[in-house]
């Protein structure tokens, strides 16, 4: 891995991971771990719509697109009706363009293709003015 | 990671690798095991699809994106190749290439899964060695 790993600790950042999968919940939790982010994990569209009902918000969204019950973009353009400004990054393995810009349209803010990586995402934290690119 | 796991595993297996840290120390075998688990369910669902007449390519393209989702996360390259094989063949409702892929991604699954298991027997092993290196220097 190239690069100094940044440590957001100090910056208070809190993220949600919303990926059905669950090595993907394991990697990409352990992931923002290592960045010094807090974060939650749930498991669909759906829960990620109810526990931002619940009160809570997010400085960053990892947002999977294809979940049972409500997918990541029907999800991502009930949160923008809802008026959440998070930043959502699209994580996903689907890349071909139509699907990639749909997901876009929905209201992402950046893209990523998985499998997420450490250098992956902090490209999503450069990207979205979370850190200074190392 | 060592000749013995070439061609199996793929760098993305040494990115979780990069994870494992004093706080987790046996992360990437929770991983390992956690992909094993939902591994073992989605080969399950899958043979029981393809066991059904006439097959439900969409069904079996849907069990067979979570399969190579978690494939490509953990790294495991040959099953990740059959996973993608197996799309092609849905997707051009071929029944016999379902099967005949299906059959190769469970042999590489289950190779896969030896190979790990005494990947991480040998390194519990040598952390076991180094425990008692350092206690012997005391």
Not at chain 2, 26 to 53: C, H, M, P, T, W
Not at chain 2, 76 to 98: I, L, P
Request: contains cysteine.
């Amino acid at each position: 891995m190239a690069g100094e790993i940044p440590n957001l600790a100090e910056s208070n950042l809190r993220a949600l991971v919303v990926d059905d999968n669950l090595v993907n919940q394991m990697m990409h939790h352990k992931l923002l771990d290592r960045l010094g982010i807090q974060n939650d994990v749930v498991c669909n569209g759906q829960e990620a719509v109810d526990v931002h009902c619940s009160g809570r918000n997010y400085d960053l969204i990892l947002m999977d697109m294809e979940m049972p019950i409500m997918n990541g973009i029907q999800a991502t353009k009930r949160l923008r009706e809802m008026g959440i400004e998070s930043k959502i990054a699209g994580v996903t393995t689907r890349a071909e363009e139509e699907e990639r810009k749909e997901f876009m349209e929905a209201g992402l803010n950046d893209f990523q293709e998985k499998p997420l990586t450490i250098s992956k995402l902090v490209s999503i934290l450069h990207n979205l003015d979370f850190c200074d690119q190392t | 990671m060592g000749k013995f796991m070439q061609g199996y595993l793929d760098e993305q297996f040494m990115e979780l690798e990069e994870l494992q840290d004093d706080a987790n120390p046996n992360f990437v075998e929770e991983v390992a095991a956690s992909y094993f688990k939902d591994s073992a369910r989605l080969i399950n669902n899958i043979d029981q699809a393809l066991r059904r007449g006439p097959l439900d390519f969409n069904r079996l393209d849907s069990y067979m994106h979570q399969f190579k989702g978690s494939s490509t996360s953990i790294g495991a390259s040959k099953v990740k190749t059959e996973c993608t094989m197996f799309r092609e063949y849905c997707r051009a409702g071929n029944a016999e290439g379902c099967l005949r892929t299906f059959q190769e991604l469970k042999k590489e699954h289950a190779t896969l899964r030896k190979k790990l298991e005494h990947y991480f027997q040998v390194q519990a092993s040598d952390q076991l060695c180094v425990i008692n290196q350092l206690q012997n220097m005391c």
